[in-house]
C-alpha cells in the first residue's frame, strides 16, 4: 500500500509561480516511477510530467519550458515547479506511481487572468 499526498496548491495570478509536493509513504520499493497528471473542469485527466526512478523527465508540450519535475528520494518526496502559468493551467493537479500504480488525492491550481 502507498499513500500520496499532494500540496502547494492555491490560487495565482497568470505570470505567477507555484511549487507542488507529493509526499510517498508506504511500501514504495515497487514504485518505477511518478508522474503529475491535472484534470480541468469538464476535461479528461492528462499527464503534465514525469520522472523515473534513474531521473529521466519528459513533460507535456503544454508545460515544457515552464514546468520543472524533480523528487527527493532521501525523503520520499516528488516536485512540480510551475513557473509563467496561464489561466488553462487551472486544474486539479494529482500525483500518481507507476510500477505499482497509485493516485493521491489532488490539489487545486487556478490561475487568473
Known amino acids: 500500500q502507498v499513500q500520496l499526498v499532494e500540496s502547494g496548491g492555491g490560487w495565482v495570478q497568470a505570470g505567477g509561480s507555484l511549487t507542488l509536493s507529493c509526499a510517498a509513504s508506504g511500501i514504495i520499493a515497487g514504485i518505477s516511477a511518478m508522474a503529475w497528471f491535472r484534470q480541468a473542469p469538464w476535461k479528461q485527466r492528462e499527464p503534465v510530467a514525469r520522472i523515473t526512478r534513474s531521473g529521466s523527465t519528459n513533460y507535456a508540450d503544454s508545460v515544457k519550458g515552464r514546468f520543472t519535475i524533480s523528487r527527493d528520494t532521501a525523503k520520499n518526496m516528488m516536485y512540480l515547479q510551475m513557473n509563467s502559468l496561464k489561466p488553462e493551467d487551472t486544474a486539479v493537479y494529482y500525483c500518481?506511481?507507476?510500477?505499482?500504480?497509485?493516485w493521491g488525492q489532488g490539489t487545486q491550481v487556478t490561475v487568473s487572468s
Open positions: 500518481k506511481t507507476f510500477g505499482v500504480e497509485y
